[in-house]
């Protein structure tokens, strides 16, 4: 089965540093989306991409958060400086225009920042 | 923008019984519904999506949605729980238009033997 690879699975941090999650959408797919998931709030959609292009990046703090596409295989969620509310588990999802067939998640990258 | 609802965070049923967990969506155009499932430590798992078609949708897991348009609707159901649908569901729209995916705060399903 085609899958969304994401590394790492888990990354613990501490607070000032810098911290990238990647992300390997499946071959073909050209929307990429990021999501953070956390107790308190929830499934947030961050920014998302179309034939690498950013569409909407209103949900992600613009200040220490940063996402890009440098090529068709890799997506990149950077934080810096990462602080302590950052600790998420961050899910990358990928899909096709229309999106009618839905979006494929990976299995995430939990992050702790201490 | 689209939006959902889901209504009860928490939801628990008996082996054997009837699962029920509800959504309702708002969108300004004809949406596109999903239900999503999540087990602990995992990422979302496509259940099963509503595009206009039948609005009777069936899905894994024997899982079946039903779109309603007067009432906003498209809750999830199944005729008998098992042990290993205890997970997190989650209820999104899509605009097809925009396509981004909104997601509702899920509803966790326990199951008791």
């Known amino acids: 089965d085609a899958r969304v690879t994401q590394t790492p699975r888990h990354k613990v941090t501490e607070m000032g540093q810098e911290v990238t999650m990647r992300c390997q959408p499946i071959l073909g797919h050209n929307t990429v989306f990021w999501y953070r998931q956390t107790m308190m709030q929830g499934l947030e959609l961050l920014a998302y991409f179309r034939n690498r292009a950013p569409l909407d990046d209103s949900g992600m703090p613009k200040d220490r958060f940063s996402a890009e596409m440098p090529d068709a295989t890799l997506a990149t969620l950077k934080i810096q400086p990462s602080e302590p509310r950052d600790s998420a588990v961050y899910f990358c999802?990928?899909?096709?225009?229309?999106?009618?067939?839905?979006?494929?998640f990976g299995s995430g990258t939990r992050l702790t920042v201490v | 923008a689209q939006s959902v609802t889901q209504l009860g965070s928490h939801v628990s049923v008996s082996e054997g019984a009837l699962v029920l967990l509800r959504c309702n969506y708002s969108?300004?155009?004809?949406?596109?519904l999903f239900w999503y499932v999540q087990y602990p430590n995992q990422g979302l798992q496509l259940l099963l999506k509503y595009t206009s078609a039948a609005t009777l949708v069936k899905g894994i897991n024997g899982f079946e949605a039903e779109f309603k348009k007067s009432e906003t609707s498209f809750h999830l159901t199944k005729p008998s729980a098992h042990m290993s649908d205890a997970a997190e569901y989650f209820c999104?729209?899509?605009?097809?238009?925009?396509?981004?995916?909104?997601f509702g705060a899920g509803t966790r399903l326990t199951v008791k033997p």
């Open positions: 999104a729209v899509s605009d097809g238009v925009n396509n981004d995916m909104r």
């Open positions: 999802a990928s899909g096709l225009t229309q999106g009618a067939a839905g979006y494929t």
């Open positions: 969108s300004s155009v004809p949406p596109y």
